[in-house]
C-alpha cells in the first residue's frame, strides 16, 4: 500500500519534471482567458470602477486582446503590479501581457528579455508642484523633497536630472501612485515626479486640481506600450495587432457604433481585410478572422478609447498632442494591414 | 528465501527513512533540473557580473555611508545592509526596555496600571504588524507641515518631514573627552569587581552606582573644560524647501521603530511575565522574611532566575523583529529588502542571484543574534544543573 502511493507520488512528480512546452496562445485558450498585469490604480489608465469592473486606457488593450482571441473582451483576469513586481510577474509567466504605462527601453527590451509590441502611449516626464509653492522652472527645485516611485525609469531620469543640474534633492521612495498622491498631498513632499499622464491622472484626485502645476520642463521620452515575454512571436504578433487594429480603425474612421453600417457602405479593403471580411488574416496567427471586427465592436479604435479614459471630457484633460494620428500630425503610425 | 519481516519495527525504520530520503533527494534533484531547464529556456544568465554596474538611482536616507547615482548595485547592497541592521538594533533595545516595563508592570498590584498593561499587550500583538506600520506612518505623515513646524527652542522641529536636531560638531581635541571616557569607564568596571570582592569576602557595601556614575560624568566633563569645549552644534535653520544643517530622522524610519518596538514589546513582555511568574513564591517569601526590601528582591532573587526561562524566547523575538523590519517596504523605509532586493533587482532582472544575496543575508543576521544570544544564555545558566 504504502509502495504504491509513494511510486504515485514519484509518478506525479516526474509528470510535473516535464516542462510544457506550449506557446502562450494554446495557453491561453486553453485557460479560457487572457491573464494581463496593470497598474495598483491610476485613474484613467487602470482602475476598478464602482462595481469592481476594471476599465482605463490600459486596461483596454487587454480587453482588445481578449476580444482579439476570444471574441470577448471580458475574458481577462488583472493582476495589478507595482513598478517594481512588474518584470518578475511578466518573466515569471504569472500574466501573459503587461499593460502598465512601461516605457520602451534598451535594457527593458534586450537585456530582461521582453518585447515591446508597440507604443500606445507617447508621454514624457514632468514635475506636479503645488501652485502656492510659487517654482516656476524644475532648475528651482534644489533641495526640494520629491516623491518617486521605485523602479522606473523616473527614478533613473530623476537622478540623472539633477546631478546634470548639479543641485541636490532628497528622494521620497513609494510604491505606487497612491502612495505617492498621498505623500504629495501631505506635504510629505514638494514635488512628484512621473510620467506626465500619470500626473494628471494624479492631479485630477486632488480636491482641488487649480491648486497643482506641472512645471514646464518635460525631462525625458517616455513611450509607453505593451510588452509581452521573449520568444513566443506568434503571441507577440497577436498582441501587437491587436493595438494596431484599434490604430488603423481610427484612422479608416472605424467606430463600435458606426462599424457595421460603414462595412455595408463601405468599398476599402483594407477595411475589409482588418475585419475579416476579406482574406484569412486572423488563420494566419491562429485567430478566427474576424478577430478584427470583435476588437472594433467591442473596444473601439484608439481615439475612442483615447477619448473615454482619458481624453478632455473627462477629469485628465488630456489632449491628443503626440498621440494624435500621423494624418492629424501626431506619432501613430500603424503599418498597413496587408 | 529472505524474506522482508515488516513486523520487524527496526528494519521498518530503515526502510521507510531511505524512501524518504531517496524522495526528497529525487525532488531536489528535478528542482534543480527543471530549474536549469527554465533558466535556459528564458534566456537567463546567472552570473553576479551586474553587481558592479553603476545602480542610477538615489538613495536619501544613508546615515553611514554617502551614497549617489553612479555608485554600484555593491554600494546599494551595504548601504540597505547597514539600514536594516541600524532599525533591528535599535529596535530591538527599545523592544528589550519597553516590553521588560510592560511585563513588570502587568504584575504590579496596581489594578489600573496592570489592566492598562494588559490592554496594551492584547491590542498590540493581535494587530497585523504592517498595519501597525502603516497607521505610526499615517500618523507622522499629518503632522504639522513644514511650515509650522513644532519648535522645541532653536534646536529640535518636529514636522511630517521628520525630527530636525542639532548636529554635535567633534573638534581635534575631543580625542581627549573621549579618552576620558574610556577610562573612567574601565576604572569604575575594575572598581565594581573589587567591591564585589570585598562584599563578599567582609559584607561591606558601597555605594557603587553612585560613585560610578559619578566618576564616569564627572571626570570627562572636566576633561572636556580643560580642553577648551571641544564640542559645538549646529542648528538646522529652514532654508527654501527643506530644514538645513543639524541631523535629520525622517517619518519612514520613526515609524519603523515606534511600529517594530512597540510590537515586539507585547510578545517580550509576556515572556517577561512568564519568566517572572516561573520564579517560586516561596523564594520571594524567603526574601522578605530575611528583610531584603522589594526592589532588592527583584533585582538579587528574581530577575537573575527569570532571565533563563527569558532568554530562549526573547531571542526569538529578536530574530523576528530583525526579519519583521523588511517590511519597512510598505513605507518607504530604505533597507536591504526596499533597495538592493527590489530597485537592484528591477533593474537587472537578476532576481534569482539577488534574492539568494538577500535571503542569505537575513540567515547570517539571525544566525548571528542567536549565537550570540546564546552565549549569552550560556553564562547565566546556574552551575551544575
Ligand atoms: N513609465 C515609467 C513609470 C511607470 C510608472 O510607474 N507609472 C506610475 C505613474 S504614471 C504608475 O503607473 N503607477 C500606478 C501604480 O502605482 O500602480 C516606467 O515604465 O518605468
Redesign the interface.
Given at each position: 500500500m504504502k509502495i504504491l502511493r509513494?511510486s504515485a507520488?514519484?509518478a506525479l512528480?516526474?509528470f510535473?519534471?516535464a516542462?510544457a512546452i506550449a506557446g502562450t496562445l494554446e495557453d491561453v485558450q486553453a485557460r479560457g482567458f487572457v491573464k494581463c498585469g496593470v497598474t495598483t490604480g491610476l485613474l484613467g489608465f487602470a482602475a476598478p470602477d464602482d462595481s469592481g469592473n476594471w476599465k482605463g486606457f490600459d486596461v483596454d488593450v487587454c480587453r482588445a486582446v481578449a476580444a482579439a482571441v476570444f471574441g470577448d473582451s471580458s475574458k481577462v483576469e488583472f493582476t495589478t503590479t507595482t513598478?517594481?513586481t512588474r518584470?518578475?510577474t511578466l518573466?515569471s509567466g504569472e500574466i501573459d501581457v503587461l499593460a502598465r504605462n512601461t516605457t520602451w527601453t534598451f535594457?527593458r527590451d534586450v537585456?530582461?528579455?521582453f518585447e515591446f509590441i508597440g507604443i500606445n502611449y507617447y508621454d514624457g516626464q514632468g514635475f506636479l508642484i503645488p501652485a502656492s509653492l510659487g517654482v516656476a522652472s524644475a532648475t528651482d527645485?534644489?533641495?526640494?523633497?520629491v516623491c518617486i516611485q521605485?523602479?522606473t525609469t523616473t527614478?533613473?531620469n530623476?537622478?540623472?536630472f539633477?546631478?546634470a543640474n548639479s543641485i541636490s534633492?532628497?528622494?521620497?521612495?513609494?510604491?505606487t501612485n497612491d502612495?505617492a498622491r498621498?505623500?504629495l498631498f501631505?506635504?510629505?513632499c514638494?514635488v512628484y515626479t512621473t510620467d506626465a499622464s500619470g500626473l494628471a491622472a494624479t492631479a485630477a484626485q486632488a480636491d482641488n486640481p487649480a491648486d497643482w502645476i506641472l512645471l514646464p520642463e518635460i525631462i525625458s521620452k517616455e513611450p509607453l506600450g505593451p510588452l509581452v515575454?521573449?520568444?513566443d512571436h506568434v503571441w507577440g504578433d497577436i498582441v501587437r495587432w491587436s493595438l494596431n487594429t484599434m490604430i488603423i480603425a481610427e484612422e479608416k474612421g472605424l467606430t463600435s457604433n458606426n462599424l457595421d453600417t460603414k462595412l455595408a457602405m463601405n468599398n476599402d479593403p483594407e477595411i475589409f481585410r482588418l475585419t475579416g471580411k476579406e482574406g484569412e488574416y486572423g488563420a494566419m496567427f491562429g485567430l478566427s478572422n474576424d478577430f478584427g471586427y470583435n476588437i472594433i465592436k467591442q473596444v473601439g479604435n484608439y481615439g475612442e478609447v483615447f477619448e473615454r479614459n482619458v481624453g478632455l471630457k473627462t477629469p485628465l484633460k488630456l489632449a491628443r498632442g503626440l498621440n494624435a494620428p500621423w494624418t492629424d500630425g501626431g506619432l501613430l503610425y500603424s503599418p498597413p494591414f496587408r | 528465501m529472505f524474506k522482508i519481516d515488516f513486523s520487524d519495527q527496526k528494519l521498518r525504520a530503515i526502510l521507510i527513512q531511505t524512501l524518504v530520503v531517496g524522495v526528497l533527494a529525487y525532488a531536489i534533484f528535478w528542482l534543480v533540473q527543471s530549474t536549469s531547464y527554465n533558466l535556459e529556456k528564458r534566456d537567463y544568465k546567472l552570473g553576479f557580473g551586474f553587481l558592479n554596474d553603476p545602480a542610477g538611482f538615489d538613495i536619501s536616507f544613508s546615515p553611514f555611508y554617502s551614497f549617489v547615482a553612479t555608485d554600484s548595485h555593491i554600494k546599494v547592497y551595504l548601504v540597505g545592509l547597514a539600514n536594516t541592521l541600524l532599525i533591528s538594533f535599535v529596535g530591538c533595545i527599545a523592544a528589550t526596555f519597553l516590553g521588560f516595563s510592560i511585563g513588570i508592570i502587568r504584575l504590579s498590584s496596581n489594578w489600573l496600571l496592570s489592566r492598562l498593561a494588559y490592554v496594551y499587550v492584547e491590542i498590540t500583538r493581535n494587530i497585523p504588524l504592517i498595519l501597525q506600520l502603516l497607521f505610526w506612518y499615517a500618523l507622522l505623515i499629518n503632522l504639522p507641515r513644514l511650515k509650522n513646524s513644532i519648535a522645541f527652542g532653536e534646536a529640535f522641529f518636529l514636522n511630517n518631514r521628520g525630527l530636525n536636531s542639532p548636529q554635535p560638531i567633534f573638534g581635534d581635541d575631543f580625542i581627549y573627552v573621549t579618552i576620558a571616557i574610556i577610562l573612567a569607564i574601565t576604572v569604575s568596571i575594575v572598581f565594581s569587581r573589587r567591591a564585589k570582592k570585598i562584599q563578599e569576602k567582609t559584607g561591606k557595601q558601597y555605594p557603587l552606582f553612585l560613585i560610578n556614575t559619578a566618576s564616569i560624568l564627572l571626570f570627562p566633563a572636566i576633561v572636556y573644560f580643560i580642553a577648551g569645549s571641544p564640542l559645538e552644534f549646529e542648528l538646522p535653520v529652514l532654508i527654501g524647501f527643506n530644514f538645513v544643517g543639524g541631523m535629520k530622522i525622517p517619518p519612514e524610519f520613526m515609524a519603523m521603530f515606534l511600529g517594530l518596538s512597540v510590537y515586539t514589546a507585547s510578545f517580550i513582555s509576556e515572556i517577561v511575565r512568564a519568566g517572572i511568574l516561573s520564579v517560586n513564591k516561596g523564594q520571594i517569601e524567603a526574601s522578605r522574611s530575611l528583610g531584603l526590601k522589594q526592589n532588592r528582591i527583584m533585582k538579587l532573587i528574581i530577575i537573575p532566575q527569570a532571565m533563563r526561562v527569558i532568554i530562549p524566547p526573547l531571542t526569538s523575538q529578536f530574530l523576528n523583529l530583525t526579519k519583521n523590519s523588511s517590511l519597512g517596504i510598505a513605507i518607504g523605509y530604505a533597507d536591504l529588502v526596499h533597495g538592493f532586493g527590489g530597485i537592484t533587482l528591477n533593474i537587472t532582472g537578476h532576481a534569482i542571484e539577488v534574492m539568494a544575496i538577500v535571503m542569505s543575508t537575513y540567515l547570517i543576521i539571525s544566525l548571528t543574534i542567536a549565537f550570540f544570544m546564546n552565549i549569552y544564555n550560556k553564562s547565566i545558566q546556574m552551575d551544575g544543573r
Open positions: 509513494i507520488l514519484l512528480v516526474s510535473f519534471s516542462p513598478g517594481k518584470f518578475p518573466a535594457s537585456d530582461l528579455g527645485l534644489d533641495g526640494a523633497s521605485t523602479g527614478e533613473l530623476l537622478a540623472d539633477f546631478r534633492y532628497e528622494s521620497i521612495p513609494v510604491e502612495e498621498e505623500n501631505a506635504g510629505r514638494d515575454r521573449h520568444g | -
